[in-house]
């Protein structure tokens, strides 16, 4: 399974949000079939709920990772995990 990862640290919402929807549609396929997963780096708290609740609405799983100093946010198809650790 392909990781694909985007940097957006130091981006507020909803920026940080628009920018996820964008790469979630436009790898919607793959995402789908189960081919990639998504990977967002944060340090904004807000997109660790909005981009996770929005994801699942949209019928894919999401995770929230806390790191030192920043979130790791994985989107994946659905059936992955859910919740914030």
């Given at each position: 399974?392909?990781?694909?990862e985007?940097?957006?640290?130091?981006q507020?919402c909803p920026?940080t949000?628009l920018?996820?929807?964008?790469e979630i549609?436009?790898?919607?396929?793959s995402?789908?079939?189960?081919n990639c997963?998504?990977?967002f780096?944060?340090?904004?708290r807000d997109?660790t709920?909005?981009?996770?609740?929005?994801?699942?609405n949209?019928g894919?799983?999401?995770q929230?990772?806390k790191?030192d100093?920043?979130?790791v946010?994985?989107?994946?198809q659905?059936?992955?995990?859910?919740?914030?650790?």
């Amino acid at each position: 399974m392909e990781t694909i990862e985007f940097d957006i640290r130091g981006q507020i919402c909803p920026s940080t949000l628009l920018t996820a929807l964008k790469e979630i549609n436009r790898h919607r396929t793959s995402l789908k079939n189960g081919n990639c997963m998504l990977v967002f780096l944060t340090d904004n708290r807000d997109a660790t709920i909005t981009i996770p609740e929005t994801v699942r609405n949209m019928g894919y799983g999401g995770q929230v990772e806390k790191r030192d100093g920043y979130y790791v946010l994985t989107i994946s198809q659905a059936g992955g995990s859910d919740g914030p650790h």
